[in-house]
Nanobody
């Protein structure tokens, strides 16, 4: 059974940092690309960042470029999102998602339960 469990969310002041983790199990983690997606209050899903299976290719939505860094540890079956210089508009529930191949330019078939990130003073 595929499981994706996010952690690391919380309340942080503007300008602060958080590191999200996504622990994966039930599949060969190193063979699949992964993404982070977020949903702000009252809004739809927004793709944030993606990484290919080997970790050598990444992509970001323009609004987080230079502030967020996606990475993965295939030995630990864990996906990360380092978020720096956080802004109130980054407030959202953050989900990790599993791609259907090693490339992030594909469909996604499994999602975690999400972790809440709130940026507020």
């Amino acid at each position: 059974e595929v499981q994706l469990v996010e952690s690391g969310g919380g309340l942080v002041q503007p300008g602060g940092s958080l590191r999200l983790s996504c622990a994966a199990s039930g599949f060969t983690f190193s063979s699949y690309a992964m993404s982070w997606v977020r949903q702000a209050p009252g809004k739809g899903l927004e793709w944030v960042s993606a990484i290919n299976s080997g970790g050598g290719s990444t992509s970001y939505v323009d609004s987080v470029k230079g502030r967020f860094t996606i990475s993965r540890d295939n030995a630990k079956n864990t996906l990360y999102l380092q978020m720096n210089s956080l802004k109130p508009e980054d407030t959202a529930v953050y989900y990790c998602a599993k791609a259907q191949s090693g490339s992030w330019r594909t469909e996604y078939d499994y999602w975690g339960q999400g972790t809440q990130v709130t940026v507020s003073s």
